[in-house]
C-alpha cells in the first residue's frame, strides 16, 4: 500500500520551504537597498577578497593624494620665495654696476652701499622664509633658522644639503624642497683667482681655502738716491712701488720721468709744490720727491723699493722675488694662498678670490666693502675689485634661478603624479564596483521573483497545512 506523508513531515517541508524563500527576499531586499552585490565573505570568497585587495589599494591611493596635496603649497611658498630673492639679486647687480661708473662720486657710493646693505638683510630674510612653522630652504632641518648672521655681518648656513622627498606612490618619491646650500651659498670651486693690481699671482701650486682673502701688499723701504739733488720725501716712505725703477730727469725739457710712467713737468724750486713732487709708474706706483734742492742738471738713478705681504689677518712677511708659490696663511678663515711674487711692482691690497666658492651674502659683503672704500683705493683698484665680486655675484644669481627651476619641477611634478593618482583612483573604484557592486535592475527582477516565489510557498503552505475532522479520523 502506499506510503502517505505524515502531517509532521509535510510541515517540515512547507517550514524549509519558507525559511529559504524568506532568505531569498531578505538577501534581494539587502542587496537593492545597499546596492552591493558582496554583503559577507561567504556571498563569493573570491570576490570578496579582491575587494579587500582594491579597498586597500583605494586607501593608498587617498593617502598619496592627500600628501601630495598638503605638500603643494610648501612648494608654492618655496617658488614666491625663490622669485623674490632673484628680483632682489637683480637689483643689487644693477646698483654694482652703477657703483662701477667713473662718475659717481664717493657720498654717491656709499649710498649705493647703504642700499645694499639693507637688500642685504631682505635676502636674509628671505632665505630664513618660514612655511607652517616650518623653514623652507634649512634642508631636513627645518625647526630652526637655517641662515644666521655673525657679528660682523657673516651669514653662516646652519642647515643641511638633504632633500625632503614625499611619498607619491610605490617607489615614488618626490623632493619638495631646495636646500639654502645649493641656492644662497652655492658651490663650484675652480681654483684661486687674484685680482693682480700689485703684480701678485697665482702660484705653481694649488691653494686651499673659501670665499674672499685680502692679500695686503705694503713698501717698507726705498734704497738709492735721486740725481740732480734731488731726495726723497720721507726717505722714501712714502713710495709704493716695488723692485727697481729708474728716476729720469731732463734738464733741457724740465721734466722728470720714473720707470715708464707719465713725463711730469717740474715746477719752480720755489714753488710750495716743490716740496712733494708725486711722480707715477707704468703700473700706478708712486714716489715722493722733493725737488727744491734741484740743480738744473739732467741724470738718472735706480731706486729700489722692498716690500712685504700677509694673507688676511696674518703677519706680515719679505716678499721673496724669486717665489713662485710663496706660502701665506691666513689665521681667521685658515685659508693657505700659494702665490707668485716674482712680479709684484706695488704695494697696494688685492683681494684672492676661490672662484665658486663665494656664497651671495659674502659677495655683497665684499661689494659694499669696496663701495665705501676705507681703503682709500684708487678709482681703478676699486673697479678691479668690483668687478671680480660682480662676476661671484652672477654665479649665484645663477644658482638661485636654477633653484628656482629645481623648485618649479617639482611643482610640477606633483601635479602630474597628482593627475596620474586621480584616474588611478578612478580606475580602481571602477574596479571595485564591478567586483561588489550589484547590477540594481537585475537585483530588483531578483527580489520580486524571490518574493514570487515567497507568496507561491506560502499559499502552497496553507492549502498543504489544512487539516479536517475527516483528517483525524484516518
Known sequence: MPLRPTHAAI??????????????????????????????PSDDPVGASLAIDLRGEQSLVARWRETASTSRPYLDSSNSALD????????????????????????????????LQSLKASLLDIANTSFD?????????SNAKPFTPGADGSVTYRGNDELHSVILGLGVEVPINVPGSDIFQSRDPRGLAISGLSGVSVGSLPSQGNGWVNIDVRHDATTGTPGSGMVLVDGGSTASFLGSRDLVVDAEAGTARFGNGPIMHLPNTDDPTAADVLLRDENGAVVHVDIRGYDGTSSTATLEGTGSIRAGSGNYVPIDPLATAFELVDPTTGATLRVNTTSVVRATQDV???????????????????????????????????????????????????????????TQRLASTDERLSNQQLTVATRLSEVEDVDITEAILSMTRAQQSLELAQSTGARLLQTTLLDYLR
Do not use: C, P, W
Open 11 to 40: 510541515f517540515g517541508i512547507v517550514q524549509s520551504t519558507l525559511e529559504r524563500r524568506f532568505g531569498e527576499v531578505m538577501r534581494a531586499q539587502e542587496q537593492v537597498s545597499s546596492g552591493k552585490r558582496i554583503l559577507r
Open 84 to 115: 623674490s630673492a632673484q628680483e632682489l639679486i637683480g637689483q643689487i647687480r644693477a646698483l654694482t654696476v652703477q657703483g662701477l661708473s667713473a662718475t659717481m662720486s664717493d657720498n654717491d657710493r656709499d649710498g649705493l652701499a647703504n642700499q
Open 133 to 141: 612653522g616650518k623653514y623652507l630652504f634649512g634642508g631636513t632641518a
Open 352 to 410: 684672492g678670490r676661490f672662484e665658486g666658492t663665494v656664497d651671495v651674502f659674502t659677495a655683497i659683503d665684499g661689494i659694499i666693502e669696496d663701495l665705501r672704500n676705507d681703503g682709500n683705493l684708487s678709482l681703478d683698484e676699486v673697479q678691479e675689485r668690483m668687478d671680480s665680486r660682480l662676476g661671484e655675484l652672477i654665479r649665484n644669481h645663477d644658482a638661485i634661478l636654477t633653484g628656482m627651476g629645481r623648485a618649479g619641477a617639482a
